[in-house]
């Protein structure tokens, strides 16, 4: 029996924007696919791969940030953002990789990083050799200390990624960075910033990019007297509950993101906005609004367990939350900042992902469940309205390289956490295409990450005709989204077994219906003609459902 139900059918019978139920890749460049063989990912490399993508039945890529940048992380620090950072390629190259895309019938997202630029930006070089109170100082926060020579940082807010969130300039004064040192927070107050960062859209609007995903969207705006957080903790993430925080979620973001929306409605086609903000569920249908972002990323599922309450909960709030600001819910398993969902779910409830890979204890992994696990979750996102963004490699199955030598770590966190994390480098680890050669056909040279030496067999070479991989299995799974899920956005939970049965159900307006077991034990299927997709492939003929499965029915 049916005991919720949420029908949010097209209107007028018009055709939905594409974004609304889209399924976007994620490409994390650096290590998506090395044409040029120094390395590092590029755009050549991703361009060589745009078969891979249109065979696995996408419908658009975000590429993580491509600009002109000295990596300090990962890209998230932009020198130039109308240039292409040189070890990932030039922006001819980049324009060709659009057109070839769209060719591919594929839409480009790019990645806009408004919130801070990297020290080397031009107009953080000009603010820095300027002298103190110059107008080019106001373009970020640029502020003199405390103290009685101003020794002490301006405020007492800490950096996402450990450490104050203020350096010192040589000569005195203090900026604001609320990431790593080399990414000085701008100063939105400004109007010269956003005017910009307009112009920036235009560029990338202007060679046809489809979108934008917008970094750290939550944090544009700093209280203009800088008050104190009063918290020495770094989990700062969780002050952004706070209703008056000095840099989470304050209510002047929204006039700038109207201001962008602007922008992207002069131009044709569906173009859109996705905002990776995170905020208290609450406030986030107000990024929702019709003049602000199309979409926003929905983190549940990332921060959620493998437990079926609790997926069955989010799946509930996500898809209501959504229809009441008249969207449609996105769903995210994992990304280039968290660790692989194929290790997360092999590990005890309860575990501190953060600091694991460093304290352990590594027995408990369970390397198999996670893989089944995360396969099963793979059908529950895909079988969901709404969007859905897949980060490269989910779709071999690959697990997080929680075991990098240190030596090897690239991640900022690594040492502003001053080594208390090892940081995110586990889950951007190369691509493995091939079942041997040198870094498994990611490119002819040396990897910037080493692949585990057992990497080949999780290769897409490895997957590609096996008919029970784990890319077989997204194959499939897209293949039967596109014909079953994506005509209308109806969603049905059902309720298939008693509570204590650990399972999960819904239905689409299709009729195809998706019953995941979260639970220790076999459980039967609910009538049905077809099974459509499992996630254990050997089970095909059973009428149960093992352990951390999920089939599609028909
Ligand atoms: C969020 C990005 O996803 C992450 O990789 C980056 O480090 C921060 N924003 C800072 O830009």
């Not at 086609?269 to 979409?295: F, N």
């Not at 194959?475 to 049905?492: K, N, P, Q, T, V």
């Not at 459980?523 to 459509?532: C, G, I, Q």
Request: with cysteine; proline share 8%.
């Amino acid at each position: 029996m049916p005991d919720s139900s949420f029908t949010h059918r097209k209107q007028g019978g018009g055709e939905l924007p594409w974004w609304r139920h889209g399924l976007v890749y994620q490409v994390y460049i650096r290590s998506f696919a090395d044409a040029n063989g120094d390395g590092t990912g590029d755009v050549n490399g991703l361009r060589s791969r745009l078969p891979y993508l249109r065979e696995l039945g996408i419908d658009a890529i975000w590429i993580n940030p491509w600009y002109q940048s000295p990596l300090a992380d990962g890209g998230y620090d932009v020198a130039d953002y109308r240039q292409i950072e040189p070890r990932f390629g030039n922006l001819a190259q980049a324009e060709a990789l659009i057109a070839e895309a769209h060719d591919h019938d594929i839409k480009v997202i790019t990645d806009v990083v408004p919130n801070h630029t990297s020290d080397q930006h031009a107009w953080f070089r000009e603010a820095v050799t300027a002298a103190p109170g110059h107008p080019s100082r106001n373009r970020y926060h640029i502020l003199p200390g405390k103290g009685a020579n101003g020794e002490k940082p301006p405020t007492d807010w800490p950096s996402v990624f450990g450490g104050p969130a203020w350096a010192r300039l040589p000569d005195g004064e203090w900026y604001l960075h609320l990431f790593a040192p080399e990414q000085p927070d701008l100063n939105w107050a400004n109007p010269e910033v956003n005017e910009g960062f307009q112009d920036m859209l235009r560029f990338w609007l202007d060679r046809g990019v489809d979108g934008f995903r917008v970094d750290v969207a939550h944090g544009l705006v700093k209280h203009p007297d800088y008050p104190d957080v009063n918290h020495d903790s770094g989990d700062v993430l969780a002050t952004a509950k706070d209703r008056n925080h000095p840099f989470w979620d304050r209510d002047g973001i929204h006039d700038i993101v109207r201001t962008w929306r602007t922008v992207l409605e002069e131009y044709p086609g569906d173009r859109m906005m996705v905002a990776e903000a995170w905020v208290d569920p609450e406030r986030l249908p107000l990024y929702l609004r019709p003049d602000e972002y199309h979409q926003s990323f929905n983190f549940a599922l990332v921060e959620s367990e493998w437990d079926a309450e609790d997926f069955a909960a989010i799946i509930e709030k996500s898809t209501r939350a959504a229809a009441e600001v008249g969207s449609t819910p996105t769903w995210v398993l994992s990304n280039h900042d968290v660790m692989r969902q194929a290790t997360r779910y092999g590990l005890p409830k309860g575990t501190k992902l953060r600091t694991w890979p460093l304290t352990g204890p590594f027995d408990v992994l369970d390397v198999d469940a996670g893989a089944r696990r995360a396969r099963a979750a793979a059908l529950v996102m895909l079988g969901l309205p709404g969007s859905a963004y897949l980060y490269q490699g989910e779709e071999l199955g690959l697990p997080e390289v929680w075991d990098l030598p240190p030596e090897v770590l690239d991640d900022p966190v690594w040492e502003n956490s001053h080594h208390a994390q090892k940081g995110r480098d586990g889950c951007r680890v190369p691509i493995p295409w091939t079942v041997d050669g040198p870094s498994f056909g990611f490119g002819p040279g040396e990897p910037w990450l080493p692949q585990p030496e057992d990497w080949g067999s999780l290769s897409v070479a490895a997957q590609d005709d096996d008919p029970d991989s784990t890319l077989s299995l997204y194959r499939d799974a897209i293949a039967a989204r596109r014909r079953y899920c994506m005509d209308d956005d109806s969603l049905e939970i059902l309720d298939v077994g008693g509570p204590d049965d650990h399972v999960v159900a819904f239905r689409r307006g299709s009729g195809l219906s998706c019953v995941v077991n979260f639970g220790p034990g076999v459980v039967r299927l609910p009538d049905h003609t077809e099974v459509v997709v499992r996630s254990d492939h050997h089970g095909h003929d059973s009428a149960d459902l093992a352990p951390d499965t999920a089939a599609w029915l028909l």
